[in-house]
């Protein structure tokens, strides 16, 4: 009897495996059907019916454990290598057949997942539409008629209809992010060299990325986990660096938005819309929103497309389109032709102007944690960009052409649609290394999502948030502080000295007393069997390099030990030695040293 269809996402397929309701075999047969005669041309190759069963027999046979995404069907894009089958780039002249998977795609089928097959692709990644194809035009997931976005268009839409859980693409200029927004999925765009691109067909290797596609931020956090790592066959490929303050949990995180006068929506009412109410979301998330100055941004974004990255376009295939113009898509060719014109010296410059540029963006990143952006200005129909293929392209790219060039990572997210139907997104960008926080960040905003925007793709499902593996330690501690280091308090230059940064105010779990020391100047927090109280904490995030000091920094008869917090997490925090609250008044029914402060209480001890 053929078994119901389930949602892809992995917060609801890995339930189903460890309950057994469920089986990656079913999951072959499911996937199977819904790729169908693929109407959205979303495919260029899928893998042979008995390889994926036999491959899904062979995982049930060995089982899930040590296997993060054992069972799990993704897709890749049609410029990334899968060992035996042919590797196209959208050029059926240019495909070879690898014997060897690329780094990345290996590490995912070294965890247990199954690769479904081969995508779709603006050809040579040349593209932010989909429509660059001589397998066809891909189709919006939502629309037949819209474009798809690009030029990771396939990647995109396989996984908004439900065909895989997730997918690989690439990113050089907004290629993993505005197919993203267009078919209302997540698309992490990792730091440069985070994701090896061995054995990727290069558009702009100094800039290329391999990115995630997923129908959720908890998904493309497990992904990330796994795909990401050094790589000693990519010359650009870098470890993770620990990211510091992790602003995606933090209470209140500083989000930079575009001047009035900078946002372009090319007259898309809808889209202005939903980037307003996404600016109002994330404000009732807690966040605080600084405008910017959003010019040099964008002047570092026309450089793509004036400069050395064209001709490095040019370079990546330079002797195929040498050898055989005719090959290469009309629109593909004139482009890419247009890189060997450039002079050395005309790369020199552009790479002045870039770094002038990035000290002047560097100026924004000290008044915010990260940007949020409209993924895309608007959308167009696949007449409409088939029509006009550069300039209409060019709308795709306006708020995602300078991320790699300025050696940023970003997130697209889902946002909600508009009024005919059609998904808008957003994208979170933040400095490089940055990537943690942002999937944090990402996370935050899906799970506040209501209604419609909070489906899944296309596929009408809901989220079923699940706790996904941390990928990269952020390289900081977090302290609880309960008295003299609260903001506002006598000591608490202690900690801003030091960079840390206010994560959240709440309470310890009901399980402490509060006692004002004899001195009258600092609080001693005690834990106890019975009769404790929830008391009012700060938790406070500085780096690890500095918590020593702080640390040294404290008097007897307070230290630091564990404080167990009213979520149930714990972390460091103030503790005190019994000795010292021999003699000290007991304020626990207070709540906290504020409210001890401004009581009769403390008049009466001093």
């Not at 991320?403 to 508009?418: K, S």
């Not at 904490?537 to 920094?553: M, N, Q, R, T, Y």
Request: aromatic residues 8%; contains cysteine; proline residues 7%.
């Amino acid at each position: 009897m053929k078994k119901p269809s389930i949602s892809l996402s992995m917060g609801c397929l890995q339930p189903a495996y460890r309950d057994g309701a469920f089986t990656p075999l079913d999951m072959i047969e499911q996937v199977l059907a819904a790729i169908g005669d693929d109407p959205n041309r979303a495919w260029i190759h899928v893998v042979d019916a008995a390889a994926l069963r036999a491959q899904a027999q062979a995982l049930m046979a060995r089982g899930p454990e040590g296997l993060a995404l054992w069972g799990i069907p993704f897709a890749i894009k049609d410029n990334i290598d899968l060992a035996g089958v042919p590797t196209t780039a959208g050029c059926p002249d240019y495909a070879y057949t690898p014997e060897r998977s690329a780094s990345v795609v290996q590490r995912l089928l070294d965890a247990g997942a199954i690769a479904i097959g081969k995508t779709n692709l603006d050809q040579f990644a040349t593209g932010l539409n989909g429509t660059r194809s001589p397998y066809g035009a891909c189709r919006n997931a939502f629309n037949p008629d819209y474009v798809s976005g690009g030029s990771s268009a396939g990647s995109a839409v396989s996984v908004a209809l439900g065909h895989v859980s997730f997918s690989l693409g690439t990113d050089t200029a907004g290629s993993g992010r505005v197919p993203a927004g267009f078919n209302h999925l997540v698309g992490l765009k990792p730091s440069l060299g985070l994701l090896s691109t061995t054995g990727v067909v290069p558009a702009c290797r100094s800039l290329d990325v391999v990115s995630i596609f997923a129908l959720t931020a908890d998904d493309a956090q497990q992904v990330f986990a796994v795909a990401h790592g050094m790589d000693a066959q990519d010359a650009y490929s870098r470890p993770a660096q620990p990211h510091g303050f992790d602003f995606g949990l933090a209470a209140r995180p500083r989000l930079g938005v575009p001047r009035a006068d900078q946002l372009q929506f090319l007259g898309d009412s809808g889209y202005a819309r939903c980037y307003a109410d996404a600016c109002a979301q994330a404000q009732a998330l807690g966040a605080e929103l600084v405008e910017i100055d959003f010019a040099p941004f964008l002047e570092t974004a026309r450089l793509l497309y004036e400069g050395p990255w064209v001709a490095e376009r040019y370079q990546a295939i330079r002797a195929f389109i040498d050898a055989r113009p005719e090959s290469v898509f009309p629109v593909t060719r004139e482009i890419t032709l247009g890189g060997a014109k450039p002079l050395a010296a005309d790369a020199f410059a552009a790479q002045y102007r870039l770094k002038a540029l990035a000290q002047r963006c560097a100026v924004v990143w000290s008044g915010i944690d990260c940007m949020l952006l409209p993924t895309a200005p608007t959308i167009h129909p696949i007449a409409t960009v088939l029509a006009e293929p550069i300039a209409r392209n060019s709308d795709f790219g306006y708020y995602t052409n300078f991320v790699n060039l300025l050696d940023y990572a970003a997130i697209a997210v889902p946002a909600g649609f508009r009024p005919d139907g059609l998904p808008c997104g957003v994208t979170f960008v933040a400095q490089a290394h940055q990537d943690q926080p942002l999937l944090h960040l990402a996370q935050r905003w899906q799970r506040a999502l209501r209604g419609r925007a909070a489906t899944l793709g296309a596929t009408g499902h809901a989220a079923v948030p699940w706790n996904a593996t941390c990928a990269v330690a952020s390289g900081q501690i977090r302290v609880a502080v309960c008295g003299a280091h609260l903001q506002g308090q006598p000591l608490n230059t202690q900690l801003t000295a030091r960079s840390a940064r206010l994560v959240q105010g709440t309470t310890t779990a009901p399980s402490y007393r509060l006692y004002a020391l004899p001195d009258g100047r600092r609080p001693g927090l005690v834990r106890v069997a019975e009769g404790g109280c929830a008391i009012e904490v700060e938790v406070w995030e500085l780096p690890a390099s500095e918590f020593g000091s702080f640390v040294d920094g404290i008097p007897a008869p307070l230290g630091i030990g564990r404080t167990l917090l009213a979520d149930g997490s714990s972390v460091a925090g103030f503790i005190c030695e019994p000795e010292g609250v021999r003699g000290a008044k007991d304020i626990s029914a207070l709540g906290g040293w504020r409210a001890f402060l401004k009581s009769p209480d403390q008049q009466t001890l001093l």
